[in-house]
């Protein structure tokens, strides 16, 4: 696609509910990547993948908390019993290869109430 | 372990003037990337520039400019004749390749107003 795409846009789920997010990265991007924003915080990292494996799930903040991309392109990043402190946008990017700048979506706007 | 400072949390400044975003970094890679992204109001994140370690050299885009100086661990961003369009949420960012694995880091951000 033209751009990277995110979906839901935004997704009010209850305190202990399951949630799942999907992106979908730019056509032929080798590598993708999950980040976390807060209000008034810069983009924090969670997991980066380079095909279908993840390379770097470093910044997972526990095991509620995992990321697939099976095929090597689309990524669905999957939230276990969620807490509200997992409100959110959540931010895929995808670029050519690691290293290069990055192409973000405009985020899932994730709400736990 | 690799940080990103960005010291100024707001800048306030009126159209036409110069005004220049700091950035300072901590990595031990000798090879790493540094980038600046802007995040306008409508939230959705733009790459800008990326620099490598081993390239000093400023670069200059439109009213655009960056100054990367290694000595100091210092990438600053610095956009000139400031527009009403300039305001935005400017974050530097670091990926640190012998050891951070192409991870980005970001700094805090610095949120920018312009105005007329």
């Known amino acids: 696609g033209a751009g990277v795409s995110q979906t839901p846009s935004n997704k009010v789920t209850e305190k202990g509910k399951y949630v799942e997010l999907r992106c979908d990265p730019i056509s032929g991007h080798t590598a993708l990547y999950w980040y976390r924003q807060s209000l008034g915080q810069g983009p924090e990292f969670l997991i980066y993948?380079?095909?279908?494996?993840?390379?770097?799930d470093s910044g997972l903040p526990n095991d509620r908390f995992f990321a697939v991309r099976p095929e090597g392109s689309v990524s669905t990043l999957k939230i276990q019993r969620t807490e509200r402190g997992d409100s959110a946008v959540y931010l895929c990017?995808?670029?050519?290869?690691?290293?290069?700048?990055?192409?973000f979506g405009s985020g899932t706007r994730l709400t736990v109430v | 372990a690799q940080k990103v400072t960005q010291a100024q949390t707001e800048i306030s400044v009126v159209e036409k003037e110069d005004v220049t975003l700091d950035c300072v970094y901590e990595t031990r890679d000798t090879t790493y990337y540094l980038f600046w992204y802007k995040q306008p109001p409508s939230g959705e994140l733009v790459f800008l520039i990326r620099?490598?370690?081993?390239?000093?050299q400023n670069e200059i885009s439109g009213r655009y400019s960056w100054n990367f100086q290694k000595s100091t661990s210092s990438f600053n961003f610095t956009i000139t004749a400031s527009q009403v369009v300039d305001s935005a949420v400017y974050f530097c960012a670091l990926s640190g390749v012998d050891t951070g694995g192409f991870k980005t880091i970001f700094g805090a951000g610095t949120r920018l107003f312009v105005k007329a």
């Open positions: 990017a995808s670029s050519p290869t690691a290293g290069n700048g990055y192409t």
């Open positions: 993948f380079q095909g279908t494996g993840a390379a770097d």
């Open positions: 620099r490598n370690s081993f390239d000093e």
